[in-house]
């Protein structure tokens, strides 16, 4: 079997970063593998619903471990997931066509677009729930079967289209359906109910796709590693300053696979670098202007 080492460093970028902001794989390798090597769109959407399988068990069982896991919410969220995620696979590659390229990249260059809005409101949520950080586990009787069933099933039916969404998508939703829900069991809860939902996603694949193994291996190769090495990251530091960055990276991905002329990919990078920019100087300004109150009010205390 034939392992790729560019794919397999590829892994290693994908597998950190995963691992550092708790972001799905599929936003980032799936444009990676058709970009930057190639790999038609179908085949990469099948390689990276079978990579995220391996991956997902690696954040959730540490959040099992740790009971930050709303199994109330896991459930109602696979009931709508499990089915719509092998529809989507189905529809992929028997309804659309895994030889229909163009059509398949244009879907998950829309889908790149939503993801990228969906962690820039990730960002403004988690703002403003951190002048009233939620700390206890929401009671299970708060949890509202049929809208969380039609996340799941909203959620599942992309991912078995393009791969995106089971990290990205989901759990925005869940952070505007359920405010008392705790960043912690916010993230173990989407984790969790992720495992069945790319697995049933990888059935439909493996039934009617064509999966290409050796892709599979090479991205694992690297993936495995690094998502444990960005987890173990993540537990120390924040992850506030790379999610920026991905929102330009999936911004400027999700325009190269609509078939941006170079000059627009330009412009969107310049644009891009500029926001951030501002973003970086923003935040900069925050936790100086946070060191201050935090010095002013010790100083208060010791008086």
């Not at 972001?23 to 959407?45: D, E, K, Q, R, Y």
């Not at 809005?117 to 009233?132: M, S």
């Not at 173990?188 to 050796?214: C, E, K, N, R, W």
């Not at 190769?221 to 999610?243: C, E, L, M, N």
């Amino acid at each position: 079997m034939h392992i790729d080492f560019y794919m397999a460093l590829a892994g290693v970028i994908v597998g950190f970063v995963i691992g550092l902001t708790g972001m799905g794989g599929g936003a980032l390798m799936t444009p990676v593998l058709v970009l930057i090597f190639g790999v038609s769109p179908a085949a990469a959407v099948s390689a990276d619903v079978v990579t995220s399988l391996v991956l997902k068990p690696f954040g959730g069982s540490v959040h099992v471990r740790r009971k930050t896991v709303n199994w109330r919410l896991v459930k109602w969220l696979m009931i709508g997931s499990i089915p719509c995620a092998f529809s989507g696979a189905f529809l992929l590659d028997e309804v659309i066509g895994t030889d229909n390229a163009k059509m398949i990249k244009r879907i998950l260059g829309f889908v790149l677009i939503v993801a990228a809005t969906a962690i820039v409101a990730k960002l403004a949520l988690q703002a403003r729930r951190r002048t009233a950080p939620v700390t206890e586990m929401m009671k299970p009787e708060l949890v509202r079967p049929i809208p969380t069933l039609v996340i799941g099933a909203i959620g599942g039916l992309i991912v078995g289209l393009t791969s995106v969404g089971s990290g990205s998508l989901i759990i925005v939703a869940l952070m505007l359906l359920y405010p008392k829900l705790s960043s912690k069991e916010m993230v173990g809860t989407d984790l969790v109910q992720a495992i069945p939902l790319v697995g049933s996603a990888a059935v439909g694949h493996l039934i009617f796709g064509h999966l290409d193994v050796s892709i599979i291996t090479s991205v694992l190769v690297g993936a495995i590693p690094a998502v444990i090495a960005g987890a173990h990251f993540s537990s120390k530091g924040t992850d506030r300053y790379v999610r920026p960055v991905l929102v330009a990276v999936l911004s400027i991905s999700a325009l190269g696979l609509l078939s941006v002329p170079n000059s627009g990919l330009l412009a969107a990078a310049i644009v891009s670098l500029a926001l951030l920019g501002l973003v970086f100087s923003r935040m900069r300004r925050n936790d100086l202007r946070l060191a201050g109150s935090t010095s002013t009010s010790d100083e208060l205390a010791l008086a």
